[in-house]
């Protein structure tokens, strides 16, 4: 498993601030204000910064490969145990989450009448979400975003049943996967709910840690690039194009850290602040929707017409679900993420 690294750590923070601020132009009063007093800039937000799932998707696939398989081919046994494992570490923290994002909700709808509020959760609502299939089942969400930890538990397990299937020969059949995911799965609408409609940028993030790691690296890098094109020249996608230049760029930073251990420095104060906004990506991502439905509470009650008073509010309510998400990524997530349920 890679050391922690910069680069990573500065995309992850990137990609999830914007697209918490993406949800901040869909949802809500709040929403709607601020289209109206910026409408440039939450169009912009709107179209464009949740393509960077794009970011997460590679990167999660970088670190599957290099996890299960750092030389192209399974490093471990007991895949039953491996996969409920990362079960468990997904799972726990987003049980907690959703916690919030329930007591949050019905804070919101004593106070609001908008259809973007969740309705009070059912049992079987509850029993999906615990077993991430609410998007296969076709469940009501209860939180928005979370088909993403869905997704990536079921990339996870797709990465590592190929893996366990190809043997020695594992990653042309991870190659074979990826490549039909980007020329047919990925473009069936309705194919969102399942993970190979997502491989393709999966397993670019893993071939970027592969290519990375081989005395072929430029080759290898080249080969991913000519993928990438075809994958373009079949059916332009803009989310595609991004994710190829993400694995791009992480394979060839992972080639220059093989070769010669160059590292990315910053003053020691910012790298700090970058790791920790880094770590906490993933309690962002879990955690801001509630206060996406507290800041709409907020905006409808103070009814505030001044200039930038929208603008106001949602710069609070980011700076708020930024706290959140370092409370949580100390308290909740790091803590339970130290639990070995499944031995």
Same mark, same amino acid.
């Given at each position: 498993m890679?050391?922690r690294h910069l680069?990573?750590?500065?995309a992850?923070?990137?990609?999830?601030?914007l697209i918490?601020?993406h @949800?901040?132009? /869909?949802?809500g009063?709040?929403?709607y204000?601020l289209?109206?007093?910026?409408?440039?800039?939450?169009? &912009?937000f709107f179209e464009y910064? #949740?393509m960077?799932v794009q970011v997460?998707l590679?990167?999660?696939?970088?670190?599957s490969a290099?996890?299960?398989a750092p030389h192209? @081919?399974?490093?471990?046994s007991?895949l039953i145990?491996r996969?409920?494992?990362?079960y468990?570490?997904?799972?726990l923290?987003?049980s907690?989450?959703?916690l919030?994002?329930i007591?949050?909700?019905?804070? $919101?709808?004593?106070?609001?009448?908008s259809e973007f509020?969740?309705?009070a959760p059912?049992?079987?609502?509850?029993?999906?979400h615990a077993?991430l299939?609410?998007? /296969?089942?076709g469940?009501e969400?209860l939180?928005?975003?979370i088909w993403?930890?869905?997704i990536?538990?079921?990339?996870?397990?797709?990465? +590592? &049943?190929l893996?366990?299937?190809?043997?020695?020969q594992a990653?042309?059949?991870?190659?074979?996967?990826?490549?039909a995911? *980007?020329?047919?799965?990925?473009?069936?609408a309705d194919?969102?709910?399942w993970a190979?409609?997502?491989?393709g940028?999966?397993?670019m993030?893993?071939f970027?840690?592969?290519?990375? @790691?081989s #005395?072929?690296?430029g080759?290898?890098?080249?080969a991913?690039?000519?993928?990438?094109m *075809?994958?373009l020249?079949?059916?332009?996608?803009? #989310?595609?194009l991004?994710?190829?230049v993400v694995?791009l760029?992480?394979g060839f930073?992972?080639?220059r850290?093989?070769?010669?251990?160059? $590292?990315?420095?910053?003053p020691v104060s910012?790298?700090?602040?970058? #790791?920790?906004?880094?770590?906490?990506s993933?309690?962002?991502?879990?955690?801001? &929707?509630c /206060?996406?439905l507290?800041?709409?509470?907020?905006?409808?009650h103070l009814?505030?017409t001044?200039w930038?008073?929208?603008?106001?509010v949602?710069?609070? +309510?980011?700076?708020a679900c930024?706290?959140?998400a370092?409370?949580f990524?100390r308290f909740?997530?790091?803590? *339970?993420?130290?639990?070995? *349920?499944?031995?």
């Open positions: 890679p050391r680069h990573i750590d500065a992850k923070v990137l990609a999830s601030h918490v601020l @949800h901040f132009t /869909v949802y009063p709040l929403a204000a289209d109206l007093a910026a409408p440039r800039l939450t169009d &912009f910064a #949740r960077a997460f590679v990167i999660g696939g970088y670190f290099s996890s299960l192209g @081919h399974l490093q471990f007991h145990r996969v409920g494992r990362r468990v570490r997904l799972v923290p987003f907690v989450a959703l919030l994002v007591a949050g909700s019905a804070v $919101a709808r004593g106070a609001l009448q509020i969740p309705a059912g049992l079987w609502q509850l029993l999906a077993g299939v609410q998007g /296969v089942l469940v969400p939180s928005i975003g993403y930890v869905a990536d538990f079921q990339l996870y397990v797709l990465m +590592a &049943f893996l366990w299937l190809g043997g020695r990653q042309w059949l991870v190659a074979l996967v990826a490549l995911s *980007l020329l047919v799965f990925n473009l069936q194919g969102d709910n190979p409609y997502f491989f940028a999966y397993g993030g893993a970027a840690w592969w290519a990375g @790691h #005395r072929q690296a080759l290898r890098l080249a991913l690039a000519g993928v990438g *075809l994958a020249l079949w059916d332009f996608r803009l #989310r595609i991004l994710a190829l694995a760029w992480l930073a992972r080639w850290i093989a070769r010669d251990g160059a $590292a990315h420095t910053l910012l790298s700090r602040a970058v #790791r920790v906004l880094g770590r906490c993933y309690a962002l991502f879990l955690t801001h &929707f /206060v996406i507290l800041a709409n509470v907020a905006w409808a009814q505030w001044f930038g008073s929208a603008g106001l949602a710069l609070l +309510a980011w700076s930024l706290a959140l370092l409370a990524e909740v997530e790091r803590p *339970l993420s130290g639990l070995r *349920l499944v031995n």
